[in-house]
């Protein structure tokens, strides 16, 4: 999966498993999915989120820090962050695991403790 460009896949119920997940997943349906990265070091290694239905899937491995969620919906999703302790992620346009929209671009601090930015640091 190392760099590949996935745009309106199904992949439903499908599980991802390596040492390096860095691809592009856009438009996809992700539902129920399982993304596994056993590897400890995951800097460069994340996946890029982009407008995906991630409900219910579980991210076994989820860097946190340097990781971007645009336009996704995580209802449910289990294990976002779990993996990496410390960092910044920015978060626009998704809905988060409780259901809460996080419209404005944001850092969000694990565990989850969001602060605004100026959409002009893009």
């Given amino acids: 999966m190392c760099g590949a460009h996935l745009s309106y896949v199904n992949l439903q119920g499908a599980i991802l498993e390596g040492d390096d997940l860095s691809a592009h997943f856009i438009c996809c349906d992700m539902r129920n999915s399982e993304l596994i990265c056993p590897d400890v070091d995951y800097r460069g290694k994340a996946p890029k989120l982009i407008c ?52 404005d671009p944001t850092w969000g601090l694990q565990p989850l403790n969001f602060r605004d930015i100026d959409p002009r640091d893009f």
């Avoid at 996704?72 to 626009?92: D, K, L, P, R, Y």
């Fill in 52 to 103: 995906s239905d991630l409900r219910r899937a579980k991210l076994r491995w989820f860097e946190w820090c340097g990781s971007k969620f645009i336009g996704n919906n995580f209802q449910g999703a289990e294990g976002i962050g779990a993996g990496s302790g410390e960092g910044f992620a920015f978060i626009h346009n998704t809905t988060w695991i409780g259901g809460s929209f996080v419209g």
